[in-house]
């Protein structure tokens, strides 16, 4: 079953799809709104966090984030720790109803359907009050806002406390 419990965190990385824009709600904090990638571009995930931002919750500096698009029309950023050893890394995935591609799209599932799937993988996922569902499974985050998946995974080193930082990080982003 150890390839099981890795299904859906690939799933997810491979089929989450974003570009952001930002805008500022009632409490001065920014909120991305996902849209959909312009010619497979996935920069404006790495816009939803700053590297300071990563800094200041994880307390190690990051580099800028990498963006990547993939085929199933998932757009990732991947920001990567700038001196630290062993490396850390943080990752923010998206995907929208309208940006499937590929075989996510030939499947004919929802993004709710999908986000269920993964969902059970995890039994032991603890419930986390963001979006319309979300869960929180040893490193990462996911939620579900309507049509769009989010997903916040960290490999830290850090232990429990890193699940706290994601949900707050996912949280400024999905508000």
Known sequence: MRI???LPGALLVLALGLSGCGGNDSAGATKATPSASAG??????????????LEAKF???????VPTHQETGADLCTWTSANASPAKT???TVLRQDSLDG???????TVAELFEQTKAAYPKAVSVDLGDQAYASPSEVQVLDGDTWYSFSAFLGTGSGAIDILKDLAARVVG
Do not use: M, N, W, Y
Request: charged share 20%; hydrophobic share 30%.
């Open 90 to 92: 943080f990752s923010i």
């Open 40 to 53: 497979g571009k996935s920069e404006g995930v790495c816009k939803l966090l700053t590297p300071a931002e």
């Open 4 to 6: 099981r419990s890795g």
């Open 59 to 65: 307390g190690t500096a990051f580099g800028d984030g």
């Open 103 to 109: 075989a996510l799209k030939s499947s004919g599932q």
